[in-house]
Structure formats: structure tokens, C-alpha cells
């Protein structure tokens, strides 16, 4: 069983930037791909980035460039890095732990309670 705590987030202008964070409740890194996921309003939920077991790391096309996902493995904590925030970016944020990297949050076990970003054009 892990334990996800997210924080950070919050409202921001256009250009901006937020980080946020997840900290597990047990060492997680070696046996789990860590990822973020976003959902907005009427939508459904998105993969946003996902950092595998080897340390590698990929990105949604609507964030590749803009953010940037890395963890601490001594700290038990994942961590998101979000820079030229858009309005798009609005969404609630969670962390989420799986046995591997897919794009489905069906496959992922583990979840974060959610964290509010919030970006004002």
C-alpha cells in the first residue's frame, strides 16, 4: 500500500509558474512508474508526465518543453515543474503510482488526493 500527499499548485497569471508535490508514503521508485495527471472541468482525465523506474521520462505534447517531472528518491517525493502556464493548463492535478508507464489512469493504482492549478489569462 502507498500513501500519496500532493502540495503546491495555486493561481498564477498567463506565463507564469507553479511546482508541485507528491510524497509517498513508502520508497516508491524502484517499484513504481510515478506520474501526473490532469482533469479539467468536463473533461476527461489527461496524462501530463511520467517518470519510469530507469528514470526515463515522457511528456504530453500539450506540456513538452513547459514542464518538467523529476524525483528524489532519498525524499520519497515526485515532483512537477510547470513553466509558461497557460489558461489550458487549468485542471485539477494528481500524482498517481503504477506498476508501469501507460497513458490509461486505469493501470495506475495509486493516487494523490488533487491539487488545484489555477492560471488567469
Known amino acids: 500500500q502507498v500513501q500519496l500527499k500532493q502540495s503546491g499548485g495555486g493561481s498564477v497569471q498567463a506565463g507564469g509558474s507553479l511546482g508541485l508535490s507528491c510524497v509517498a508514503s513508502?520508497?516508491?521508485?524502484?517499484?513504481?512508474?510515478m506520474a501526473w495527471f490532469r482533469q479539467a472541468p468536463g473533461k476527461e482525465q489527461q496524462k501530463v508526465a511520467d517518470i519510469d523506474t530507469d528514470g526515463s521520462t515522457t511528456y504530453a505534447s500539450s506540456v513538452k518543453g513547459r514542464f518538467t517531472i523529476s524525483q528524489d528518491s532519498a525524499k520519497n517525493t515526485l515532483y512537477l515543474q510547470m513553466n509558461s502556464l497557460k489558461p489550458e493548463d487549468n485542471a485539477m492535478y494528481f500524482c498517481?503510482?503504477?506498476?508501469?508507464?501507460?497513458?490509461?489512469?486505469?493501470?495506475?493504482?495509486?493516487w494523490g488526493q488533487g491539487t488545484q492549478v489555477t492560471v488567469s489569462s
Open positions: 498517481a503510482a503504477g506498476i508501469v508507464c501507460t497513458w490509461s489512469p486505469d493501470e495506475y493504482k495509486y
Open positions: 513508502a520508497s516508491h521508485s524502484i517499484r513504481y512508474c
